[in-house]
């Protein structure tokens, strides 16, 4: 009524896709690859993550060791392809050599909250991306049915509101 409100689409989106997977994640579905991804790591990094195929596999993403230092990824959720995925799986193993010592309970907490937000930033439409007007309405109305819907993983803001006081004084016609 008597304000502007701006909406970052990238964090909006990212907000939306990371309460979805921290709520459902156990439910995650990933699609068959037509031709697997094949990553090669430093041979410690692809040990890091062959423990943690259980917990990949609920986010959707299958993969397998080919030696000491390749992984091929059979499945991925449809939305997390190509570098993105890549990405994901290289930041995740990392994360284990630098958290791996901590407790069983903490650590997999921590390494959730990393995974889930990471897929969901890769995931997360671009903020120079074109919406149409009809996913622009889904985004404002998906953001608003989430929790934690003014910042991101990030703790980026996602939107911003400009009363008409604001932009009247910013127009000098206040």
């Not at 037509?34 to 986010?59: C, G, N, R, S, Y």
């Not at 149409?132 to 953001?143: P, T, Y």
């Not at 989430?146 to 009247?168: A, Y």
Request: charged letters at 20%; glycine letters at 4%; a negative charge.
């Amino acid at each position: 009524h008597d304000e502007l409100i701006i909406v970052d689409q990238h964090a909006a989106h990212e907000r939306i896709l990371y309460e979805q997977r921290t709520h459902y994640f156990d439910e995650a579905h990933g699609s068959l690859l037509l031709f697997p991804e094949i990553v090669t790591h430093a041979a410690p990094l692809v040990q890091h993550l062959l423990p943690w195929q259980d917990f990949f596999a609920k986010q959707g993403i299958h993969f397998d060791a080919l030696g000491a230092t390749e992984i091929a990824i059979r499945s991925a959720p449809p939305q997390l392809r190509g570098p993105s995925l890549t990405t994901v799986l290289t930041d995740a193993a990392y994360f284990i050599e630098e958290h791996g010592s901590l407790d069983r309970s903490a650590f997999t907490s921590k390494f959730n909250e990393h995974v889930h937000s990471h897929m969901a930033c890769k995931a997360a439409v671009r903020a120079g991306d074109t919406l149409s007007q009809e996913a622009m309405e889904q985004l404002i109305n998906d953001l608003m049915s989430v929790d934690n819907r003014f910042i991101c993983v990030h703790g980026r803001p996602t939107l911003w509101s400009l009363g008409k006081q604001e932009l009247e004084k910013k127009f000098r016609r206040s």
